[in-house]
């Protein structure tokens, strides 16, 4: 365990340093940029490593494998983050351990989650997923919503008890007129944020960037980057 804990705290020292190199090259302050330690295909007892070192936002994107891992560190001091498509079938068990959903790409999925918090008593911050590679009207290869359905989701989720609407989040795309242009994404997603705050000033969160692309996220603005692999190794096959 003790090795574990020294290849993490390690592959941590190094993420923190890009972040804050980054941070200094985009002239923000290093307490502007949230860490969210992405666990998935991990066990909770990497999770509690993380904890022993001082991590305090971490991300599951399937709930069969969330739940019994947030169950079992439920004594720590975290705030879990949901940043995968979300079946409504599953949107009860997800209400029972997240804080933060961040893929909120339809209405159904507002109403679903606004029964369940208001049944378990919870207030959940939510995200609307942005897909930068969607038709208008359309959904993205990786879940989301075209920048056109922003404030029809915003505006629901500002009206839905339980939940807050706290911003916005997006995957740089593969496809479409911003494949390979991740900084032009986060850019466009920032533009995005600017509008929806005209309307919900509250909203300020932006979740963007991941380990091969958090550099630019933070550049653009991002206020969360989402990081995995350059924390907790290469994953093993997801089957």
């Given at each position: 365990?003790?090795?574990?804990?020294?290849?993490?705290?390690?592959?941590?020292?190094?993420?923190?340093?890009?972040i804050a190199?980054?941070?200094?090259?985009?002239?923000?302050r290093?307490?502007?940029?949230?860490?969210?330690?992405?666990?998935?295909?991990?066990?909770?007892?990497?999770?509690?490593?993380?904890?022993?070192?001082?991590?305090?936002?971490?991300?599951?994107?399937?709930?069969?494998?969330a739940?019994?891992?947030?169950?079992?560190?439920?004594?720590?001091?975290?705030r879990?983050?949901?940043?995968?498509?979300?079946?409504?079938?599953k949107?009860?068990?997800?209400?029972?351990?997240?804080?933060?959903?961040?893929?909120?790409?339809?209405?159904?999925?507002?109403?679903?989650?606004?029964?369940?918090?208001?049944?378990?008593?919870?207030?959940?911050d939510?995200l609307?997923?942005v897909a930068?590679?969607?038709d208008?009207?359309?959904?993205?290869?990786?879940?989301?919503?075209?920048?056109?359905g922003?404030?029809?989701?915003?505006?629901?989720?500002?009206?839905?008890?339980?939940?807050?609407?706290?911003?916005?989040?997006?995957v740089?795309p593969?496809?479409?007129?911003?494949?390979?242009?991740?900084?032009?994404?986060?850019?466009?997603?920032?533009?995005?944020?600017?509008?929806?705050?005209?309307?919900?000033?509250?909203?300020?969160?932006?979740?963007?960037g991941?380990?091969?692309d958090?550099?630019?996220?933070?550049?653009?603005?991002?206020?969360?980057?989402?990081?995995?692999t350059?924390?907790?190794?290469?994953?093993?096959?997801?089957?």
């Amino acid at each position: 365990m003790t090795e574990r804990k020294d290849e993490l705290a390690g592959n941590l020292a190094r993420v923190e340093e890009r972040i804050a190199d980054a941070c200094a090259a985009a002239g923000r302050r290093r307490e502007d940029v949230t860490l969210i330690v992405v666990t998935k295909t991990y066990p909770a007892s990497d999770v509690r490593t993380l904890a022993d070192l001082g991590v305090r936002q971490v991300a599951e994107n399937r709930d069969q494998e969330a739940a019994p891992k947030a169950a079992e560190c439920a004594d720590l001091p975290l705030r879990w983050h949901f940043v995968g498509q979300l079946q409504t079938n599953k949107v009860r068990s997800v209400v029972g351990y997240a804080d933060v959903v961040q893929s909120v790409d339809r209405s159904r999925l507002v109403t679903a989650l606004s029964k369940e918090a208001v049944r378990a008593g919870r207030e959940l911050d939510c995200l609307v997923q942005v897909a930068l590679d969607a038709d208008e009207g359309g959904r993205g290869e990786r879940g989301g919503v075209a920048p056109g359905g922003i404030a029809e989701l915003a505006d629901a989720l500002a009206l839905a008890p339980g939940l807050r609407c706290g911003g916005l989040m997006t995957v740089a795309p593969l496809t479409g007129e911003y494949a390979g242009r991740q900084q032009a994404a986060f850019e466009r997603l920032m533009d995005l944020s600017t509008r929806l705050r005209r309307n919900h000033p509250a909203a300020t969160m932006v979740s963007a960037g991941m380990s091969g692309d958090l550099e630019q996220a933070v550049a653009a603005g991002a206020t969360h980057v989402r990081v995995g692999t350059s924390v907790l190794g290469v994953r093993p096959g997801l089957g």
